[in-house]
């Protein structure tokens, strides 16, 4: 009796840090139950042994800053049969994408000596962006234990199960004291997916939004709050101009605040 096929999955690297890449290196003892559940047929941070694909599942890292990467996803998304982002790049545009509210050409200007032999596009810009993207896995790096889940909701047929509570909701269940609350520390916890455990609360720091805005999450509420522990505009338009500035609900928030400014 021929044995079935194992389902191929391929991991792609677009304009990042590899960071999310390492999250499932990380996976350690785990990693070697995926492996012997998929074929790991692309993932050049792990291996230079490439499988052409098709490929039945294809988690990409990393946003779209050149005109080569915008070529480059569409060839990826006609190879996969189900694509997931993972990480804030992939689903934000990441760090990089504070070039969006600048004139890139004036920092090209700067750095490099000849500019002109720079390709890069204005924007730094999500997957979703340019692809029909399957399932966004966020963080900044994501969570291996969310990215384990992913990968078992796809080879078992399911929809992932991924809290879409925010880190207040972490914070209570390690008993930290809210920040906000008791020191009047700006804190993006109210706002930001759960997924890091709530790190930066837990050592008397606001949270800095890395895992992305949560579902509905009501952003004028809590820069009001920000205005009455004196919060000035400048520094709300930092806060929410970090990992994940590019973030619908994020950038609208940052630009209200950033008019405010001028």
């Given at each position: 009796m021929p044995r079935q096929r194992k389902p191929k999955l391929a991991v792609w690297k677009f304009a990042s840090c590899d960071g999310c890449q390492l999250s499932l290196l990380d996976c350690e003892d785990e990693l070697l139950t995926i492996a012997?559940?998929?074929?790991?047929?692309?993932?050049?941070?792990?291996?230079?042994?490439?499988?052409?694909?098709?490929?039945?599942?294809?988690?990409v890292e990393g946003s779209i800053t050149t005109p080569h990467d915008a070529e480059r996803i569409q060839q990826v998304r006609r190879a996969s049969r189900f694509l997931v982002t993972i990480?804030?790049?992939?689903?934000?545009?990441?760090?990089?994408?504070?070039?969006?509210?600048?004139d890139v050409q004036e920092f090209l200007a700067l750095v490099y000596a000849k500019p002109a032999y720079i390709r890069t596009l204005a924007h730094s810009t999500p997957i979703a962006q340019h692809v029909r993207v399957d399932f966004e896995l966020h963080g900044c790096p994501i969570n291996k234990r969310q990215l384990l889940e992913v990968i078992s909701a796809f080879l078992h047929?399911?929809?992932?199960?991924?809290?879409?509570?925010?880190?207040?909701?972490?914070?209570?269940?390690?008993g930290t004291v809210c920040v906000m609350v008791a020191h009047?520390?700006?804190?993006?916890?109210?706002?930001?997916?759960?997924?890091?455990?709530?790190i930066c609360p837990a050592y008397q720091r606001g949270?800095?939004?890395?895992?992305?805005?949560?579902?509905?999450?009501?952003?004028?509420?809590?820069?009001?709050?920000?205005?009455?522990?004196?919060?000035?505009?400048?520094?709300?338009?930092?806060?929410?101009?970090?990992?994940?500035?590019?973030?619908?609900?994020?950038?609208?928030?940052?630009?209200?605040?950033?008019k405010q400014n001028d």
């Open positions: 012997g559940q998929v074929d790991i047929a692309y993932f050049l941070e792990a291996s230079r042994a490439v499988v052409k694909g098709p490929y039945d599942l294809s988690l990480g804030a790049c992939a689903t934000a545009g990441g760090i990089q994408a504070l070039r969006n509210f600048q047929g399911r929809k992932p199960h991924i809290p879409p509570h925010s880190v207040c909701m972490e914070c209570k269940r390690r009047g520390t700006p804190c993006l916890g109210p706002v930001t997916h759960a997924g890091c455990g709530a949270c800095y939004g890395c895992f992305g805005p949560k579902e509905t999450p009501n952003t004028a509420s809590l820069s009001a709050w920000w205005r009455h522990l004196g919060i000035p505009p400048s520094r709300i338009v930092r806060a929410f101009r970090g990992f994940n500035a590019y973030a619908e609900a994020f950038r609208q928030e940052s630009e209200v605040h950033a």
